[in-house]
């Protein structure tokens, strides 16, 4: 980590090469946001085909202009309780760095908000709550009006035995 001239301010340096604009989006009251170059697109909810003996966040697949793309549910896959679809459910098409190369997924989120630019004075790393949880999948905690947007590394959400897995699905 380089070094602080005086009067630099920490916070700043944690968050630095992380500004940018990210697409934020909820899941159980809480906010998220994903970096703008990893979102391919945006769609409404559409019927989803279940696939037998994948993981319980994996809601199945869809058929979008003729290619099959996996579909992850995010509060399933973040341990958050199962909530029936509502008209502001979304589908956010994400392109995730696999072995193999790019991978296309589909992620489930309870609505999507907006675009913002997020500024490095406004982002810390995430917290540490010990060396038994992994939390390389929050690239950092984002200030904002009074509040928190937990920001997402989408390539690191899902392992890389997850991603060679929804390769084979989709």
Known sequence: MPELQEGGDRASEMGRGKEGKYLT????????????????EIIGMMPITSIPQTPEFVKGVVNLRGKVIPVVDLRLKFGIEEMAYTERTCIIVVE????????????????????????DGD??????????????????????????KILLDIDQVLSTEEIGLLDQVG
């Not at 995730?96 to 913002?116: K, N, T, Y």
Request: net charge negative; no cysteine.
């Open 96 to 119: 995730i760095a696999g072995e193999a190369g790019d991978v296309l997924v589909r992620i489930v989120v309870d609505a999507v908000s907006e675009v913002l630019n997020i500024k």
């Open 123 to 148: 982002i810390e790393d995430a917290p540490t709550f010990g060396t038994r949880l992994n939390m390389n999948y929050i690239l950092g905690m984002a200030k904002i009006e009074g509040g928190v």
């Open 25 to 40: 989006f909820t899941l159980a009251k809480e906010e998220y946001g994903i970096g703008i170059l990893k979102v391919k």
